[in-house]
């Protein structure tokens, strides 16, 4: 969650402010800007080039990199992007399900 050494606290509630974004599927389709085009994969059946290594969202961005690839879905999943392909003349993310979760913070503030 932290990036750097300075400021560590304001670099923890910035990663909880965007882990808490939610996305749909409006938002997505009014102003999704794919970046970075890549051809390294993993892909599914159907799937196919051009892929993208960054989703530009309105209110969020989402990278493969592992800082910022953790999305939480609006049936509150936690996934890992893999990436950001095109399958069947759609834009998709393939993701892994995060299944074993733990409390980032032992008490509350």
Request: a positive charge.
């Amino acid at each position: 969650m932290i990036r750097k050494s300075k400021k560590p606290l304001q670099q923890v509630i910035n990663r909880v402010i965007e882990g808490s974004l939610l996305i749909n599927k409006q938002e997505v389709e009014l102003g999704a800007v794919y970046a970075q085009e890549h051809f390294e994969g993993p892909l599914l059946p159907n799937c196919r080039s051009p892929q993208y290594k960054e989703l530009k969202l309105p209110k969020c961005t989402i990278k493969l990199n592992s800082g910022d690839c953790y999305i939480r879905m609006l049936n509150h999943v936690i996934v890992k992007v893999r990436n950001i392909v095109t399958c069947l003349n759609q834009k998709v993310i393939i993701g892994q399900e995060i299944l074993e979760k733990q409390p980032f913070f032992l008490h509350t503030m």
